[in-house]
């Protein structure tokens, strides 16, 4: 299983970019596919998923990025995308795609709880 994450770059406040996590060696539609960060010096943190199809493909988004970030999903292309819009210096990070399967609606944020993860791509906003 393979996730490869891209699209990171350093960009202004108040730019836009659109994160891509290409995956390979899994049944995609039965996994949720979720984004993760970490910032210089903290833990990772949650950010966004898409849940799998036969959870409906619903998507999670953490509060704090919630209006600005959105998340998608192909299954015919086996690739998320994470969009992110007004983005602010406090949103530099790596940011790192994950795949889990089995998941239930609480688990969603939860790490711990995904089997594949990526390599990560690099995002700086300056001020």
């Known amino acids: 299983v393979q996730l490869q994450a891209s699209g990171g770059g350093l960009v202004q406040a108040g730019d836009s970019l659109r994160l891509s996590c290409a995956t390979s060696?899994?049944?995609?539609?039965?996994?949720?596919i979720g984004w993760f960060r970490q910032p210089p010096g903290k833990e990772r943190e949650f950010v966004a998923a898409?849940?799998?199809?036969?959870?409906?493909?619903?998507?999670v988004v953490t509060d704090s990025v919630k209006g600005r970030f959105t998340i998608s999903r192909d299954n015919a292309k086996n690739t998320v995308w994470l969009g992110m819009n007004s983005l602010e210096p406090e949103d530099t990070a790596i940011y790192y795609c994950?795949?889990?399967?089995?998941?239930?609606?609480?688990?969603?944020?939860?790490?711990?709880?995904?089997?594949?993860w990526g390599q990560g791509t690099l995002v700086t906003v300056s001020s």
């Open positions: 994950a795949a889990a399967s089995g998941l239930i609606a609480s688990s969603v944020p939860d790490r711990g709880r995904y089997h594949y």
């Open positions: 898409i849940r799998s199809r036969s959870s409906g493909g619903r998507t």
């Open positions: 060696g899994l049944t995609f539609r039965d996994y949720t």
